[in-house]
Nanobody
Framework: QVQLVESGGDLVQAGGSLRLSCAPS????????LGWYRQAPGKLRENVAI???????DYADSVKGRFTVSTDNAKNTMYLQMNSLTPEDTAIYYC??????????????WGQGIQVNVSL
């Protein structure tokens, strides 16, 4: 079974930057970036960035202009670059990927979540 490994979470001060990474384990043929989500304490999970068939992803209004999704197909890794962070960005962040393992069919996989804390 495919598992997604998330890394890059940390404690940062407001105004700082952070980059999250998301990559599947095992022998991978290809990935398809699907999106990033987050959930703050006591809140419902919300969309951060949803990949579309267009030229750019659909970003939530709260992160537009500050967050950027990118993909490195050579490394089979999806990234979330977060700039100008505020305490309202504090949450557990989840990635979502389509994955094709060598010799196996396409499947969608969720990360287990990674904590991001932003202080004043």
């Amino acid at each position: 079974q495919v598992q997604l490994v998330e890394s890059g979470g940390d404690l940062v001060q407001a105004g700082g930057s952070l980059r999250l990474s998301c990559a599947p384990s095992g022998r991978i043929w290809s990935i398809k970036p699907l999106g990033w989500y987050r959930q703050a304490p006591g809140k419902l999970r919300e969309n951060v960035a949803i990949m579309t068939n267009g030229a750019s992803p659909d970003y939530a209004d709260s992160v537009k202009g500050r967050f950027t999704v990118s993909t490195d197909n050579a490394k089979n890794t999806m990234y979330l670059q977060m700039n100008s962070l505020t305490p309202e960005d504090t949450a557990i962040y989840y990635c979502n990927l389509g994955v094709v393992r060598v010799g196996r069919p396409y499947s969608t996989v969720w990360g287990q979540g990674i904590q991001v804390n932003v202080s004043l």
